[in-house]
């Protein structure tokens, strides 16, 4: 029996309506520190400082409107924590041979730099949560 593999693309993330239900469907689950690219780690950073890169790069921020995984009302107000994740993970080879895959933007969605370090590595709980629901005098408990 031939098993099929499913390829992620954004127009089939786009489509999932929460931001819970986008973050489990690009989860990767790896481990901190473990090496993307080991000793050849210069290729990734030399095409991401790439001026084609950045410009997509800009491209797929507009087109997600600065939203963490496209969802309106999660801004991304601070361009220091922008980041593009690929949607199937890329390779060294995909790098070498300058695979489709790096700049197509049916492989790319715009997230916060902790919603990226989540899908990788820390998974769920790594992501930033909405703020808890403030109420008088709850963090003076004397004045209750």
């Not at 084609?52 to 995984?69: G, Q």
């Not at 220091?80 to 790319?108: A, F, G, K, Q």
């Amino acid at each position: 029996m031939k098993r099929t593999t499913s390829i992620k693309t954004y127009s089939k993330l786009i489509k999932l309506p929460t931001f819970k239900e986008r973050f489990d469907y690009l989860y990767i689950g790896g481990r901190v520190g473990e090496a993307t690219f080991g000793a050849e780690r210069y290729l990734n950073q030399h095409f991401y400082n790439s001026l084609e890169w950045r410009e997509l790069r800009d491209e797929i921020i507009l087109r997600d409107e600065a939203c963490d995984l496209g969802i309106e009302g999660r801004d991304i107000t601070d361009r220091r924590y922008i980041r593009i994740h690929h949607i199937e993970p890329i390779t060294m080879d995909d790098i070498l041979n300058h695979s489709s895959r790096l700049m197509d933007p049916e492989n790319l969605i715009t997230c916060l730099s902790k919603t990226h370090q989540a899908i990788h590595y820390t998974g769920w709980d790594g992501v930033y949560q909405e703020p808890v629901t403030r109420r008088p005098y709850d963090t003076c408990p004397w004045r209750s």
